[in-house]
């Protein structure tokens, strides 16, 4: 594996959440409130998230919010796979359970599901991993499972966010490139056992078709264009 650039993390200060709360009209979305959470046990949420594009929303939790990143093609269990992960604002703890209808016009307005869900543990210091920019730790979900790599890559000009690739470890869960793609396989909330596409004819919701054809395309193009997803 290449070695993760060292470029700066994002900006921090006193308050992790005022990026999410400044984007968010909490009198229209009903998404939870900008509150930092206490000290529990780390979980983690995978979020699929049928916004401007569809997507997926990785969020691990570390120092009392969710630290996100969105994951345009979903996770793969395939080892030589690397899928683009876009650093997103840190969200607020009671994001692990939010799923719903996001408004028209609020920022990444769509439809959401919990598409997995459980405990994350970092192999070394998470936050000095994050800061080196090569984050490697394991998941306990029902869909998510075994070693995972979060690897930061070098910022290009004019990048407005942090760039990183989500890669599956080397480990007795790893699929090969002819097993079915996890994305594709489990598409429903693992809390309802509603669809995204369920969500949108409640509440008559465009389903972005282009979106899931682009995840069925995800291992001959990986890489799409970063700037056209909102987490």
């Known amino acids: ?50 916004a401007r594009r569809l997507h997926f929303d990785l969020r691990l939790e570390l120092d009392g919010v969710l630290l996100s ?27 692990l359970d939010f799923e719903g209808v996001i408004p028209k016009g609020e920022y990444g307005g769509g439809t959401m599901i ?3 869900r459980g405990l994350w543990t970092p192999t070394y210091d998470p936050r000095k991993s994050i800061a080196k920019g090569h984050l490697e730790f ?13 690897v930061r890559m070098k910022r290009r000009e004019r990048e407005k ?7 599956k470890a080397s480990d007795e869960y790893e699929r090969s490139a002819s097993d079915p793609d996890v994305v594709l396989e489990e598409t429903t909330s693992i809390l ?4 995204n596409e369920d969500l949108a004819a409640a ?21 799409p264009d970063p700037t056209r997803i909102r987490g």
């Open 1 to 50: 594996m290449r070695r993760p650039a060292e470029t700066p993390g994002p900006k921090t200060s006193s308050d992790p959440l005022q990026s999410y709360r400044g984007k968010r009209d909490f009198e229209r979305t009903s998404e939870p409130q900008a509150d930092l959470g206490g000290a529990t046990a780390w979980q983690f949420v995978v979020q699929k998230h049928d």
């Open 69 to 95: 990143w969105a994951v345009p093609n979903g996770p793969s269990y395939v080892s030589t796979e690397k899928r683009l992960a876009v650093r997103t604002e840190d969200h607020p703890i009671k994001y």
């Open 114 to 116: 919990v598409w997995d």
């Open 138 to 150: 394991e998941l306990k979900g029902e869909r998510l499972k075994g070693r995972w790599h979060l």
């Open 161 to 167: 966010q942090e760039q990183w690739l989500l890669i």
């Open 192 to 195: 309802s056992g509603h669809s």
């Open 203 to 223: 509440d008559d919701v465009r389903v972005d078709h282009e979106g899931r054809a682009q995840i069925v395309k995800a291992r001959k193009d990986p890489l």
